[in-house]
């Protein structure tokens, strides 16, 4: 059985990322998206609450699980036994921030990342945007899973974004 990582912050999960552990999904047995912490910047919805928004939208798609990442990705990897980091591509800009990042990975574990072309339709969705449009009260609700979207707007207004 071959496991793939989906790993990225999630803040908050889109339907371009839905699209690309959908994609990952086709061409491993498993995939484990692993929802990280973000070291270097604040995160607008905990981790905790992240990971559950990600099991809650894949819990009806059979091979695909969710965890959240502690430390670094590469050893996150080498503990599920995955043999591929996957991650989407956009646009240039999406390659050459992830060039790095895949470089650095196998540099640590050996890991190799396969880089999967999204859905053209979904390539305006960015976790950043979502949050934009959203505090100033746009739609978001063809951005993100019904239950992100709900949970976005929990959260602006500070209230319980369950
Ligand atoms: O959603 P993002 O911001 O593109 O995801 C970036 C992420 C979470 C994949 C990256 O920051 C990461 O792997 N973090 C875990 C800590 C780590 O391993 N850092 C070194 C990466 S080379």
Redesign the pocket.
Known sequence: MTTAVC?????PLTLGHVDVIRRARSMFDEVVVGV?R???KSSFLPVEQRVALARDVFSDVDGVRVAA?D????DFVRTVGAVAVV?GLRGGADFD?EL??AL??RH?SGVETVFVVGDQALAHIA?SLVKDVARYGGPIDDLVPGPVAHAVRAALRGGDAG
């Open positions: 790993p990225g912050s999630f803040d990280a973000n070291s270097t990442v430390g670094l990705l590469a991650k921030a790095p990042m650095m990975n640590l976790s």
